[in-house]
């Protein structure tokens, strides 16, 4: 069973950093892509990006493209989401998700493991 446990989350103000880190647990990075993805109050799941299994391909959606970077560290079993240049609509929970069963070097059409998530607010 995998378990994805999120961290770093927080105030900041608008233009500044966070990084967000997903500790994965029962599975190996090797074993499966990871996503992220947001929710702002009132609004639907937004995702944010994904990195894949093998290569480590990475793919964000355009509204975080060039400010967000998803990277991994195998060795920690570790997931990171460093988020720069943050913007009030930024504000939402931000869950990672995990997929065992894709392959490809996108990003999986859904994810069978979340986290609980957590809250990340920009504002001044």
């Known amino acids: 069973q995998v378990q994805l446990v999120e961290s770093g989350g927080g105030l900041v103000q608008p233009g500044g950093s966070l990084r967000l880190s997903c500790a994965i647990r029962?599975?190996?990075?090797?074993?499966?892509?990871i996503g992220w993805f947001r929710q702002a109050p009132g609004k639907d799941r937004e995702a944010v990006g994904c990195?894949?299994?093998?290569?480590?391909?990475?793919h964000y959606s355009s509204s975080v493209k060039g400010r967000f970077t998803i990277s991994r560290d195998k060795t920690k079993n570790m997931v990171y989401l460093q988020m720069n240049s943050l913007k009030p609509e930024d504000t939402g929970v931000y869950h990672c998700?995990?997929?065992?069963?894709?392959?490809?070097?996108?990003?999986?059409?859904?994810?069978?493991?979340w986290g609980q998530g957590i809250q990340v607010t920009v504002s001044s």
């Open positions: 998700a995990a997929e065992t069963r894709w392959y490809g070097s996108t990003c999986p059409p859904g994810f069978g493991s």
């Open positions: 990195i894949t299994r093998s290569e480590g391909d990475t």
């Open positions: 029962g599975f190996t990075l090797d074993d499966q892509a």
